[in-house]
């Protein structure tokens, strides 16, 4: 079971974190989906936290991480924007870090919803 926590409102340009029970043998991750959108990758990390992926739209803002000893993986989110807001949702795969940009999720958890008002 992947609990999400976190999130909340916040102004733009604010920093908010979003959190998520990890396990050490998959590759975790972050999805988000916007009102009437459809649900789009953010980031993943791979088991052993050496490599990070990230969507194009949340470089440089946006840093994946995780801490094996606590199961927790974490998306720490900064200079957030309105279209950021979103429901974000913790991913689990145990087929990698990198499988999950391809959506192939064996675990989704619960949504958190982020919002950021202009």
């Known amino acids: 079971q992947l609990q999400a926590f976190g999130g909340g409102v916040v102004q733009a340009g604010g920093s908010l974190r979003v959190s998520c029970a990890a396990s050490g043998r998959y590759g975790m991750g972050w999805f988000r989906q916007a009102p009437g959108k459809d649900r789009e990758f953010v980031a993943a990390?791979?088991?052993?936290?050496?490599?990070?992926y990230y969507a194009d739209s949340v470089k440089g803002r946006f840093t994946i991480s995780r801490d094996n000893a606590k199961n927790t993986v974490t998306l720490q989110m900064n200079s957030l924007k309105p279209e950021d807001t979103a429901v974000y949702y913790c991913?689990?795969?145990?087929?990698?870090?990198?499988?999950?940009?391809?959506?192939?999720?064996?675990?989704w958890g619960q949504g958190t919803l982020v919002t950021v008002s202009s």
């Open positions: 990390i791979s088991p052993s936290a050496s490599t990070t």
């Open positions: 991913a689990a795969s145990l087929a990698g870090a990198w499988r999950l940009r391809s959506y192939d999720v064996d675990y």
